[in-house]
């Protein structure tokens, strides 16, 4: 064998490993950045509720970036986001007590069901009650949330017309590839109302 073959069977012998080696990591990065984007979200919620969804849907996970679409993750990005796209806290309730809106998806086949819940404060945690705001079957890792302001979307005359009753609310997000919508669900003293916005 020449010294010309002989080069050649290293290149290719080099190649080969090189891409084995790729194959092989790959997956590693993926699943260490997915659990680690997991630990921010986990790590966002109080642990009372945590405990409560453990216990109410073990088989749904917190949305996440790792669980959005690629057209939702995109626009979730675009927001400069500092908190988890399935959470949102905020005084959406009242003008002093915290609640939680969490946004689940099912662990498995994530854009297969989707529900909104919203968490109340209470005696300086939060309650295990819970309200259900959405329930969806179809298109959930096209959906996130975020926490707004509400003279935001409601100037003085509109917050008296739909009765708005907490200076936050849940923005919510349907980002998906051929259709963009979004709604804002807000307290009105008795139960929230959601109404389309343009964002």
């Not at 998806?105 to 819940?117: E, F, I, M, P, Q």
């Not at 509109?158 to 200076?167: K, L």
């Not at 349907?174 to 959601?194: L, P, V």
Request: hydrophobic share 40%; with cysteine.
């Amino acid at each position: 064998m020449n010294n010309t073959s002989q080069a050649i069977i290293r290149a290719v012998s080099a190649c080969a490993i090189f891409f084995a080696v790729v194959a092989v990591c790959e997956p590693v990065r993926s699943r260490s950045s997915a659990v680690s984007v997991e630990k921010v979200c986990d790590g966002a919620l109080p642990e009372g509720i945590g405990k409560v969804l453990a216990a109410r849907f073990p088989d749904w996970v917190i949305q996440s970036s790792t669980t959005l679409s690629p057209s939702a993750e995109q626009r979730w990005t675009s927001e400069k986001p500092a908190a988890c796209p399935g959470i949102a806290k905020g005084l959406l309730e009242s003008n002093s007590t915290s609640s939680v809106a969490v946004l689940i998806v099912r662990a498995v086949n994530h854009d297969s069901g989707a529900k909104l819940l919203i968490f109340q404060g209470a005696n300086g945690g939060y309650s295990a009650d819970f309200k259900v705001l959405e329930d969806t079957q179809t298109g959930a890792n096209n959906l996130f949330i975020r926490t707004v302001p509400t003279h935001r979307f409601f100037d003085k005359k509109a917050v008296e017309r739909f009765g708005v009753r907490a200076p936050e609310a849940v923005l919510f997000f349907d980002a998906g590839k051929d259709e963009y919508e979004t709604d804002i669900y807000f307290w009105n003293g008795s139960t929230f109302r959601h109404e389309p916005v343009d964002y």
